[in-house]
């Protein structure tokens, strides 16, 4: 990437006049916006979408269906069919492995895709770097930033394609996984009562998949109609994922929430709504989108192999690394590109403290150039002023539109601002903030996923390994692992996630790696005719330790941000946040290092039985 900068005489500047920006005073910002909305609930604010509020989980894609329990046997169960469920699959395949069932609480493949159709969605990181298993379906998408049908058509293309259909069990939840030891097998326990065997399982459960509720006073007494956007009605608002929602012109819609589903859908409401009230608590960082169809030349200039190469610079520049071209150069990557604007030379060559610094001035540019684009688009300024975002870029996923801000400019548009406290009520009629009710006739709420405060109560299901090992106790304290794939007294056992791996905005590349990494080693214990391959507890306290060397930084960082999920809603406890004990030397490094593990062949660490 771009790091150097010739024209200077020292490394940087900290002098307001030359930046054209006060470091000091946006950091004393920062640190105001960030307080005054730390509460002492932390995440015990939000509320199960259950009892009185399940019907915000209604799954309106599926028809209910009754089924017999099963009890029968596969080779390896994966539990989620989004994209590192399909990946795993399709790996697997590859690695000649027959008997493979999905299961899914979910009526079809797609995971994200399949759940979130709400109007506008689509992907935020470039499609033909997010979407995976391009040159094996031999598909290049039809826009740069790929719209949710497309992701989900993608989704069953691939399920095709390893024909991963077979066997499947879909509108099927995860109660208990169980090893038990008399057999070597695991018994998979559903909301169905099921009981069936698999010798290996692979927990692709995906993270942000529960609906999240606020707990604003009154949400349960609304009497209006009311859904969380990962269950858009359609029925109720007419149109479809790509908008047009005909029904909603006599209707007063209220949103609440402002991270980057509302962003998207945002848009569409204004378009269609007679009325729209946004409740914004914290704005998102929005930047520019520029989306566009694919190039036909560009596309039929693809040569084998581009879609792992594009995939891998991405990866590289996000972690602000060199790489001679950065092939994706979109908003993601900005802030790396304006360290050569910032500091002169080297940046390896200036001490920590000062590599940090840059680091911090790059973002402070990055992050006034966003707010000064709101300042420009938005007519009314305090609007346009309610609208900047005053924390670093990547304390929130960064957003990027070109339609949501211009929505603010539509007369039938209001952004109620509740600086950075919420509404304080819901009554039978509307929302309260400042003791106005906004009286609305559709609730719609955009508040996020649960992320629980650790990896079970994320995935709603305990895993019960050997010896009556219960995982949320054995990681209570935080993940324990060997490259976040396996662990310990949990045999034929592999996560799919975050957990102590090499995390990248571009998840479903971290996924693939995983999944890569899992059939290598399912295949090589196969070809061992093993009946368990287990991690040893030397292996995993080794790989914990190497997390645990780089711990520190990330979550020093993300305690200093405004709250949300990626820290814990800022309660100080950033160790249970969703990066948290992830490996911290950076994906890309990762990624070497279980290459490396691969290549030597001899799954150091790994016993197998
Ligand atoms: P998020 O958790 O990111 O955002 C939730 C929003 O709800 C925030 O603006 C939050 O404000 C707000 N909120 C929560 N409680 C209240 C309250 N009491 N009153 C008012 N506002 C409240 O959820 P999203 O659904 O937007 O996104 C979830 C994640 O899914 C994203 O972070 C992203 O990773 C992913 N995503 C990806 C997309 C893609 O294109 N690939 C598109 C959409 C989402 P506050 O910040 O103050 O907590």
């Not at 097998?185 to 069936?196: L, Q």
């Not at 079970?456 to 060997?482: E, P």
């Not at 999944?515 to 030397?538: C, D, F, N, P």
């Not at 709250?563 to 950033?574: C, D, I, Q």
Request: glycine share 10%.
């Amino acid at each position: 990437m771009t790091r150097k900068n010739e024209t200077r005489t020292k490394p940087f500047s900290t002098d307001p006049a030359e930046l054209g920006f006060d470091p000091v005073a946006l950091r004393d910002k920062y640190n105001m916006e960030r307080d005054k909305r730390i509460r002492k609930d932390g995440y015990g604010q939000y509320i199960d979408a259950a009892g009185k509020l399940s019907d915000y989980m209604h799954d309106f894609y599926a028809e209910p269906f009754t089924r017999e329990p099963l009890t029968d046997e596969v080779e390896v169960a994966i539990i989620g069919g989004g994209f590192s469920g399909l990946m795993v699959g399709a790996a697997l395949r590859d690695a000649g492995v027959k008997d493979i069932r999905v299961i899914d609480k979910a009526g079809d493949f797609g995971g994200t895709w399949y759940w979130n159709r709400y109007p506008g969605a689509q992907c935020d990181i470039e499609a033909y770097v997010y979407m995976p298993l391009l040159e094996e379906l031999d598909y290049v998408p039809t826009e740069r930033y790929a719209h949710a049908p497309e992701l989900l058509q993608h989704s069953i293309n691939i399920a095709k394609k390893y024909d991963l259909y077979k066997d499947t069990c879909f509108q099927t939840e995860i109660t208990e996984l169980r090893w038990d030891e008399s057999i070597s097998r695991w018994i998979i326990h559903t909301d169905r009562g099921d009981a069936m065997k698999a010798r290996y399982v692979a927990l692709a459960n995906g993270l942000l998949t529960r609906p999240k509720l606020p707990g604003i006073p009154g949400i349960e007494t609304f009497k209006g109609h009311t859904f969380h956007t990962g269950r858009w009605d359609y029925d109720y608002t007419g149109g479809s994922s790509a908008g047009d929602l005909s029904k909603l012109g006599d209707k007063r819609v209220g949103i609440i929430g402002t991270g980057p589903t509302s962003i998207q859908c945002i848009p569409h409401l204004g378009e269609a709504s007679k009325a729209l009230y946004v409740f914004q608590r914290t704005p998102s960082s929005v930047d520019a989108r520029y989306n566009a169809p694919t190039d036909p030349v560009w596309k039929a200039k693809l040569k084998p192999g581009w879609h792992k190469a594009r995939v891998e610079n991405f990866s590289i520049a996000l972690g602000g690394g060199y790489a001679d071209e950065d092939m994706v150069g979109d908003g993601w990557t900005d802030i790396f590109r304006n360290i050569g604007g910032i500091v002169t030379g080297d940046i390896d060559e200036l001490s920590d403290e000062e590599q940090e610094q840059v680091f911090e001035l790059a973002d402070f540019q990055k992050m006034e150039e966003i707010r000064n684009r709101a300042a420009s688009i938005v007519e009314d300024q305090a609007t346009a002023e309610a609208l900047k975002a005053y924390y670093r870029q990547y304390c929130k996923r960064p957003c990027f539109h070109d339609d949501y801000l211009q929505t603010y400019n539509r007369p039938s548009v209001t952004l109620v601002d509740t600086n950075g406290q919420g509404p304080e009520r819901i009554t039978e009629t509307g929302v309260v903030v400042d003791g106005k009710e906004y009286e609305i006739d559709c609730l719609i709420i955009s508040t996020g996923f649960e992320v629980g405060s650790n990896y079970t109560s994320q995935s709603g299901y305990d895993v019960i390994g050997r010896n009556g090992t219960a995982l949320s106790k054995k990681w209570a304290d935080g993940f324990s692992t060997l490259h976040g794939l396996q662990t310990h007294d949990f045999p034929n056992c592999f996560f799919l996630g975050f957990t102590q791996t090499g995390v990248t905005a571009n998840a479903t590349h971290t996924l693939g790696e995983q999944a890569q990494h899992l059939a290598y080693i399912v295949a090589q214990a196969m070809a061992r005719k093993a009946e368990t391959v287990e991690a040893t507890q030397a292996a995993e306290d080794e790989w914990c330790a190497v997390c645990d060397s780089y711990g520190d930084k990330t979550e020093r960082l993300l305690e200093e941000c405004t709250p949300g999920y990626y820290n814990n809603e800022g309660s100080g406890a950033s160790k249970k946040g969703i990066f948290s004990g992830q490996y911290g030397g950076g994906a890309a490094q990762f990624f070497d290092i279980i290459k490396k593990w691969r290549d030597e062949g001899n799954l150091r660490g790994v016993e197998i039985k």
